[in-house]
């Protein structure tokens, strides 16, 4: 048969095809289409499906925010308190709604192409989840609809298992890709961020000391006030822990003050900003400072229903 030549070797034809084929069994090529909003992408796919390619099977990817159907959690209002409750109650099996997608995996794969809407409105009669049922989809779709973030922020690409590689990319209005970049790697923190995040330890610390004092006594509280009544034995962060996390952020509260008198309120490169954390002594290891703030803002919004935004302020780093 005929051959192909690569670097002066000479490989018969049909096992060039044979690669090929392989490859494509492995890794099916898909196609990414990205865009700022998910109100624009919705246009995307209204205007999809009119065409005659809308036999093609497709998904759209979004937040918590856009697909999760849970109450409790649909109620919060920031989007990494949203994230922490939805990740408790899987790990304690308490939603129904990724329950019962678990269980209807190969149904939901058969779904028709759908926007964000319509999976929800599905999800909502079905009672299955339609923030995972979307993950899902996205494994055999032929075209993935996104934002822009879910393909620019390596994080969010991670997290959603978005593969680049042998897939063809359309950026919608790709003019806006730089500003996207930029805002993807920034991040704003205030004084007052910190100031609400010392007040949120304090909060913790008190509610151990509580939790500890009406374990030595053997006594219910007669509190009634139920925010100082907190059981904390479920933090797996120790009061020493987070005596010194409190301390790490009072001197980042003075550090972000001395920058703020010399240089005022304006932007600086990243690398300001991590001397800024290691001047303040964080401890970026596995299992250091902030993987200990990630501990208390879910134990906090898990099962106080408390919201500290604040004093997450510093994970964006």
């Known amino acids: ?96 709604f990724y329950r019962n997608f678990e269980i209807s995996k190969p149904d939901i794969v058969k779904l028709p192409s759908m926007d964000i809407e319509d999976l929800v409105k599905t999800g909502i009669q079905k009672k299955f989840c339609p923030y995972f049922a979307a993950r899902e989809l996205k494994e055999k779709a032929d075209i993935i609809f996104m934002p822009y973030n879910y393909l620019l922020d390596a994080k969010a690409r991670r997290i959603h298992k978005i593969n680049v590689r042998k897939s063809i990319v359309i950026f919608d209005e790709a003019h806006n890709i730089e500003q996207q970049c930029e805002d993807a790697a920034s991040v704003m923190i205030s004084s007052l961020d910190l100031a609400a995040c010392l007040d949120d330890t304090t909060k913790v610390m008190q509610w151990m000391i509580n939790s500890k004092s009406s374990e030595d006594s053997s006594t219910i509280s007669t509190d009634d006030n139920e925010e100082n009544n907190i059981n904390t034995n479920a933090l797996t962060i120790t009061q020493d822990q987070i005596s010194n996390l409190k301390l790490k952020i009072m001197k980042l509260e003075e550090l972000l003050d001395e920058m703020k008198t010399t240089k005022g309120n304006i932007p600086s490169p990243g690398d300001v900003a991590f001397k800024w954390l290691k001047n303040a002594e964080i401890d970026f290891t596995a299992q250091g400072d902030i993987q200990q703030l990630q501990d208390i803002n879910q134990f906090m919004t898990a099962r106080c229903n408390y919201n500290i935004r604040h004093i997450i302020i510093l994970l964006a780093f």
């Open 1 to 96: 048969g005929s051959i192909f030549r690569s670097n002066g070797k000479i490989f018969p034809t049909e096992f060039i095809n044979k690669l090929k084929f392989n490859d494509i069994l492995e890794a099916p090529i898909q196609i990414i289409y990205a865009s700022r909003t998910h109100s624009q992408l919705s246009q995307v796919v209204k205007e999809f499906k009119s065409t005659d390619y809308n036999r093609m099977k497709i998904t759209v990817l979004g937040s918590r925010d856009q697909l999760c159907i849970h109450p409790e959690v649909k109620s919060l209002e920031n989007s990494s308190d949203k994230i922490s409750v939805c990740r408790e109650k899987i790990h304690r099996k308490a939603c129904l």
